[in-house]
């Protein structure tokens, strides 16, 4: 097919191995494949060099591109300027698409004759603290529509413009809601089907994560007011637990209830996500109070910062 797969890479040799392998076994597979690397200090180029002959002999041009200190963003623009296809398929690292999800979306859109096709993304986990992450962001089990398993025509970037190159996340929010002011039509493809499940390891690594994630959000413009009151909710009654102690626990107790144990099983479709670890459930109180107070900081630290894309 006529479609170059757009897939930014960095330190992904962990998950890597598993998306390219995948990619090899789409039943249509791409005429093209741009990795771009933003500045690894594993072995993942060696990684995509390696499989780039194997692609090859198998039909499919590869370009490894570097782009050191690159985000998200620009390793997707630059991937887009270096394709040599009409249609341009973005994928990540970290996810696997389905042996069918190329040819899945390539038919969509040959029904619907549309210039932007999403495809859809579940979120599951095989580890306990991956569930746990899985049900307090996502919903374990959630699918919902995403850029990294979609498809573009090449004209669209020419027309809207590009992804913003300076967001560590949110550039593919930002760039939606860009082709949805432009008027582009946009469909989703519930057959083209990946599946995310590389949720950190640990919690620290999960905490950075998430401070990361609501910082660059922030400084983005999205997010909206009654997420920032959430969690701005969040400290507040923290801080109460020195000010007014018996308010201040009764509040975080009600919180904690709330956020650690009916969120998570309201954002899995009542779905019992914890498997064979019933007592997953009170884990996820005090990891769901860990990450709402990392986002939270995060979301102070992006006001700080000031935001670079309110008016998008």
């Not at 994560?209 to 009654?237: D, H, N, P, Q």
Request: hydrophobic residues 50%; neutral net charge; glycine residues 10%.
């Amino acid at each position: 097919m006529p479609v170059s797969v757009v897939v930014p890479v960095r330190n992904e040799a962990g998950t890597l191995p598993e998306l390219l392998a995948a990619l090899l076994r789409q039943s249509a597979r791409p005429a093209e494949v741009v990795l771009v690397d933003t500045g690894s200090t594993d072995n993942s180029t060696a990684i995509a060099r390696a499989w780039a002959k194997t692609a090859e002999r198998s039909g499919i041009d590869v370009r490894v591109e570097d782009l050191p200190g690159g985000y998200p963003g620009a390793a997707r623009n630059a991937g887009v300027k270096s394709a040599a296809h009409e249609w341009i398929a973005f994928i990540d690292a970290g996810i696997v698409p389905e042996d069918d999800w190329l040819s899945a979306l390539w038919a969509c859109n040959a029904q619907a004759g549309k210039d932007a096709m999403f495809g859809v993304c579940r979120f599951v986990s095989d580890s306990l603290l991956g569930r746990i992450l899985c049900a307090l962001s996502y919903g374990y089990g959630h699918v919902q529509p995403v850029l990294p398993a979609s498809l573009f025509r090449r004209d669209l970037f020419e027309m809207v413009g590009f992804f913003a190159p300076d967001l560590r996340s949110g550039e593919d929010i930002l760039w939606k809601r860009t082709l949805a002011a432009a008027g582009v039509s946009m469909e989703t493809c519930l057959a083209a089907r990946v599946e995310y499940r590389h949720f950190p390891a640990t919690l620290p690594l999960a905490a950075h994560k998430w401070f990361s994630y609501e910082r660059s959000a922030t400084m983005a413009g999205i997010g909206g007011g009654l997420r920032a009151a959430a969690l701005f909710g969040v400290l507040i009654l923290y801080g109460l637990l020195f000010a007014a102690p018996t308010v201040g626990a009764s509040g975080i107790a009600a919180y904690l209830l709330l956020r650690g144990i009916a969120d998570p099983l309201r954002r899995s479709g009542w779905r019992p996500w914890w498997g064979a670890a019933p007592w997953a459930i009170l884990v996820a109180v005090p990891v769901a109070a860990v990450l709402d107070v990392s986002a939270a900081a995060g979301r102070v630290a992006g006001l700080v910062g000031g935001s670079r894309h309110a008016g998008h």
